[in-house]
């Protein structure tokens, strides 16, 4: 076994340790939130950014981040994308950005009447600078991670690096979702998303970060497991993060990952040659009976209950009127004030109160690209063209980047139901802008 497969296992290990730590002294997770971002500073300094270490600690961070937050580590709500923004920062003082990222530069500009208009129309007793992070810190979490991604030069190895470094803070995660709620039969009893299941913490959010964990340990079983040992490994963390995601009862992150996986498997066999394809098409059909298997052990674990609720019906069996868990009725309320302010839009922050007095619901946009309509009407559209434009033309010229259309999918699904709640979504997409170069063509390792 190569020195860098005991390292990943080392590192699992130790951050499965770390998992069981924090749920016996939970006062350790404020102490490893401090470690990551004070040690995430000292490692780009000292590194001088050289191979982009800015990245690998960004990954890091995006994948502890709802970790941290279930466990009371987090000492700033945004934590994980104001971390991820100081990086990206760091990153771009010692390595610099492509001139030709003023697409992004011109996305961020496009946010800054929404925040002036923001600033003259919000109620009174409303704390603007919340409302203004709240909604924004996404946004520009994923305009600054863009320029720093865009079209930079960084080789397959190193993408695989970042894919580690995505997956070695989740097996913590994992661990402690285990130990707060050791028996999923115990605690499920309907078939609305589950608190108990998900640590404590909301079921979306963490259905977001588990469906990314399958997929991120999928790439690791395909790409980068080489011993026989490698390859179970990763085959049973991808199980683990499968079952985990789906009995939170919170579908987005499941279905999402599901695609991805599709994508990234679809876009292999594409660019194979004839023996790859025939591997691929053994991983399609192993995957295909491995998830069978995951989903019948979770329907027995939540007795049937997982089934009705992905058909959309009550415990009961009944059909539920919302098709969407009530979102529906945000995103009507959203669409409205892009009708009604079809320019500059409400202004940053404002529709959650305009919402409340036209229909008294109190509630966050959970889809994005709804928010952008009615927040910054034209202007917002504007850049959610560019967001998902720009990615599907890089990846016609750089197929190299094998990861960049499941890496845009994730954030395009994530959006739409979680909105940026996450630094996830922002900094996943970024990294369907670089630049891929091989030395070998990537290939599917079996032995």
Same mark, same amino acid.
Request: with cysteine; aromatic share 14%.
């Given at each position: 076994?190569? !020195?860098?497969?005991?390292?990943?296992?080392?590192l699992?290990? $130790?951050?499965?340790?770390?998992?069981?730590?924090i749920? %016996?002294?939970p006062?350790?997770s404020?102490?490893?939130?401090?470690?990551?971002?004070? =040690?995430?500073?000292?490692?780009?300094?000292r590194?001088?950014?050289?191979?982009?270490?800015?990245?690998?600690?960004?990954?890091?961070?995006?994948?502890?981040?709802? $970790?941290? &937050?279930?466990? @009371?580590g987090?000492?700033?709500?945004?934590?994980?994308k104001?971390s %991820?923004?100081?990086?990206? +920062?760091?990153?771009?003082?010692?390595?610099g950005? /492509? !001139?030709?990222?003023?697409?992004?530069?011109?996305?961020?500009g496009?946010l800054?009447?929404?925040?002036?208009?923001a600033?003259l129309?919000?109620?009174?007793?409303?704390? *603007?600078?919340?409302?203004?992070?709240f909604?924004?810190?996404?946004?520009?979490?994923? @305009?600054f991670?863009?320029?720093?991604c865009?079209?930079?030069?960084?080789?397959f190895? &190193?993408?695989?690096?970042?894919?580690?470094?995505?997956?070695i803070p989740l097996?913590?995660l994992?661990?402690y979702?285990?130990?707060y709620?050791?028996? *999923?039969?115990?605690?499920?009893t309907?078939?609305q998303?589950?608190?108990e299941?998900s640590?404590?913490?909301?079921?979306?959010?963490?259905?977001?970060i588990?469906?990314?964990?399958?997929?991120?340990f999928?790439?690791?079983l395909?790409?980068?497991?080489?011993? &026989?040992?490698?390859?179970?490994?990763?085959?049973?963390?991808v199980?683990?993060?499968?079952f985990?995601?789906?009995?939170?009862f919170?579908?987005?992150?499941?279905?999402?990952? %599901?695609?991805?996986? =599709?994508?990234?498997?679809?876009?292999?066999?594409?660019?194979?040659?004839?023996?790859?394809?025939?591997?691929?098409g053994i991983?399609?059909?192993? /995957?295909?009976?491995a998830?069978?298997?995951?989903w019948?052990?979770? /329907?027995?674990q939540?007795?049937g209950?997982?089934?009705?609720?992905?058909?959309?019906?009550?415990?009961?069996?009944?059909?539920?009127?919302?098709?969407?868990?009530?979102r529906?009725?945000l995103?009507?309320?959203e669409m409205?004030?892009f009708?009604?302010?079809?320019?500059? @839009?409400?202004?940053?922050g404002?529709?959650?109160?305009?919402?409340?007095?036209?229909?008294g619901?109190?509630?966050?946009?959970?889809?994005e690209?709804?928010r952008?309509l009615?927040?910054h @009407?034209?202007?917002?559209?504007?850049?959610?063209?560019?967001? $998902?434009?720009?990615?599907? +033309?890089?990846?016609? =010229?750089?197929?190299?980047?094998?990861?960049?259309?499941? =890496?845009?999918v994730f954030?395009l699904?994530t959006?739409?139901?979680?909105?940026?709640?996450?630094?996830?979504?922002?900094?996943?997409?970024?990294l369907?802008?670089l630049?891929?170069y091989?030395?070998?063509?990537?290939?599917?390792?079996?032995?």
């Amino acid at each position: 076994m190569k !020195k860098e497969e005991l390292s990943y296992i080392y590192l699992l290990l $130790f951050h499965a340790l770390l998992g069981i730590a924090i749920f %016996v002294l939970p006062f350790i997770s404020k102490l490893y939130t401090l470690v990551i971002f004070v =040690f995430g500073i000292y490692y780009i300094i000292r590194t001088k950014n050289r191979n982009n270490e800015a990245l690998l600690i960004s990954a890091y961070v995006v994948s502890a981040e709802v $970790f941290l &937050r279930m466990t @009371g580590g987090g000492f700033l709500n945004e934590y994980g994308k104001y971390s %991820v923004l100081v990086f990206m +920062f760091m990153g771009m003082i010692y390595s610099g950005f /492509s !001139k030709n990222a003023f697409l992004y530069w011109l996305f961020l500009g496009l946010l800054i009447p929404g925040i002036v208009l923001a600033t003259l129309t919000l109620d009174l007793d409303t704390d *603007v600078r919340k409302a203004i992070a709240f909604n924004l810190s996404g946004p520009v979490c994923l @305009g600054f991670s863009a320029i720093y991604c865009y079209q930079r030069k960084i080789s397959f190895t &190193r993408l695989l690096g970042i894919i580690t470094a995505f997956a070695i803070p989740l097996a913590a995660l994992a661990v402690y979702l285990f130990l707060y709620t050791p028996s *999923v039969k115990a605690v499920v009893t309907g078939t609305q998303s589950n608190f108990e299941t998900s640590g404590g913490f909301g079921p979306n959010q963490v259905s977001t970060i588990l469906g990314l964990g399958a997929f991120i340990f999928f790439v690791q079983l395909v790409l980068n497991s080489r011993s &026989r040992l490698m390859q179970l490994i990763n085959a049973g963390l991808v199980v683990v993060f499968a079952f985990r995601g789906i009995v939170t009862f919170s579908r987005g992150g499941i279905l999402t990952a %599901v695609l991805m996986i =599709f994508i990234f498997l679809a876009v292999l066999y594409y660019q194979a040659n004839y023996a790859v394809k025939f591997k691929i098409g053994i991983i399609i059909m192993s /995957s295909f009976v491995a998830g069978l298997g995951v989903w019948g052990y979770s /329907s027995m674990q939540t007795g049937g209950l997982i089934n009705k609720r992905y058909a959309n019906q009550d415990a009961r069996g009944r059909e539920k009127k919302s098709q969407l868990t009530g979102r529906e009725t945000l995103i009507a309320s959203e669409m409205q004030m892009f009708w009604d302010n079809p320019i500059l @839009g409400v202004g940053v922050g404002r529709n959650k109160e305009i919402r409340e007095k036209k229909t008294g619901i109190v509630s966050a946009s959970h889809n994005e690209i709804t928010r952008m309509l009615a927040e910054h @009407g034209s202007l917002g559209l504007i850049d959610l063209i560019i967001l $998902f434009c720009t990615p599907i +033309f890089l990846f016609m =010229f750089n197929r190299q980047n094998i990861l960049a259309l499941s =890496f845009l999918v994730f954030w395009l699904l994530t959006i739409n139901h979680a909105a940026m709640r996450l630094a996830a979504p922002a900094f996943v997409y970024a990294l369907s802008l670089l630049k891929v170069y091989t030395v070998e063509e990537p290939a599917v390792h079996r032995e």
